[in-house]
């Protein structure tokens, strides 16, 4: 219809499936790597449960998630990184602490010395395209179709948008426009048949009291005849 804007996003059991198959990725062949299983896990959780963007991903700095060895419930993303220059916080809920927390083990292992979160075997900032690849292949593992990184912010932004203020998932997205946030409040087909259901099907019993003159002429016209 004019007007309504459809987007990509995953509800939480397929979001789970692409999460798991990050997390076991290695395991699928001989020479696979479980620190970019852990670190591919750890990016799809970033995206999809606190709503980052491809950008803020790749160039996250260090920093922002750990502090005197300490991971950080509340990540600050400086204005460099965001895409309007503003810097944002993000609360980190309690899934992703596990997958961070499994994800620094292995970087913290590696001993590679770089400013960045996530970074590649010399220590510099991730390629947008490596990410973008590596979501897609877990989207054909997990659910059989492609998968693009801003799927994953799709998700975050649908599902916070379920039960939090308009404003809220706009200032937890980033978002400069209020409209750029209203692509997230559509409602799916079950959501429409749940509410219908709710108002309709059980209603109110009530019982009018007939007008004593319509009452009558009903009578009059449909009464049969002696």
């Not at 990184?81 to 944002?88: A, E, N, P, S």
């Not at 993000?90 to 997958?99: A, E």
């Not at 499994?102 to 001993?111: D, E, G, P, V």
């Not at 059980?202 to 003159?213: G, K, L, R």
Request: proline share 8%; charged share 20%.
């Amino acid at each position: 219809r004019p007007g309504d804007t459809m987007i990509e996003y995953l509800e939480f059991p397929e979001l789970a499936q692409v999460l798991h198959a990050a997390k076991k990725a290695h395991t699928l062949r001989k020479s696979g790597s479980p620190k970019r299983s852990a670190r591919n896990e750890a990016m799809i959780g970033l995206m999809a449960y606190c709503g980052l963007r491809l950008h803020e991903v790749v160039a996250l700095p260090l920093e922002s998630v750990l502090r005197q060895e300490q991971l950080l419930k509340v990540i600050y993303l400086p204005p460099e990184i965001t895409k309007y220059k503003k810097g944002r916080e993000v609360y980190v809920p309690i899934p992703l602490l596990d997958i961070l927390t499994r994800y620094l083990w292995f970087r913290q292992k590696s001993k590679v010395d770089s400013p960045f979160f996530f970074h590649g075997t010399t220590g510099k900032m991730l390629d947008r395209g490596t990410v973008q690849k590596a979501v897609a292949v877990l989207g054909r593992t997990a659910l059989g179709r492609n998968l693009h990184p801003h799927v994953l912010r799709h998700t975050f932004g649908t599902l916070l948008a379920r039960s939090a203020p308009i404003r809220v998932v706009q200032e937890a997205l980033g978002h400069k426009s209020l409209s750029s946030t209203m692509i997230y409040t559509h409602v799916t087909r079950p959501e429409i048949q749940q509410a219908v259901g709710a108002a309709f099907n059980n209603p109110p019993i009530f019982v009018p009291t007939p007008d004593p003159a319509i009452k009558k002429a009903y009578a009059e016209a449909f009464e049969p005849m002696p």
